[in-house]
């Protein structure tokens, strides 16, 4: 069993920067693949960014690129997203999510099987 807990979220201003981290506990062993999906209110869950396992492949939503990193270390057992020039738009509950399934950095929710309870960003203009 794995766990996942996000921490980091909080309110900032439009152009502030934010780190999101994600620790996973418990059999981390059984997780390859990680991401950051985000949900603003009234919309669908949507990916933000993924990993692969090794780090050497990443994926960015076009929404985010250029601003958005996204960043793990195994041994830590931890994941972060460190947003930057954030926007208004970019307000959402972001969810950290692991498979257990696949180490490429997948895109979509079917691939992620362990996700954590989320973390709130809200960006104000």
């Known amino acids: 069993q794995v766990q996942l807990v996000e921490s980091g979220g909080k309110l900032v201003q439009a152009g502030d920067s934010l780190r999101l981290s994600c620790a996973a506990s418990g059999r981390t062993s059984s997780t390859y693949a990680m991401a950051w999906f985000r949900q603003a209110p009234g919309k669908g869950r949507e990916i933000a960014a993924a990993i692969s396992w090794s780090g050497a492949d990443t994926y960015y939503a076009d929404s985010i690129k250029g601003r958005f990193t996204i960043s793990r270390d195994n041994d830590k057992n931890t994941m972060w997203l460190q947003m930057n020039s954030l926007k208004p738009e970019d307000t959402a509950i972001y969810y950290c999510?692991?498979?257990?399934?696949?180490?490429?950095?997948?895109?979509?929710?079917?691939?992620?099987?362990?996700w954590g309870q989320g973390t709130q960003v809200t960006v104000s203009s």
């Open positions: 999510a692991a498979s257990s399934r696949t180490t490429y950095a997948r895109i979509t929710i079917p691939n992620y099987d362990i």
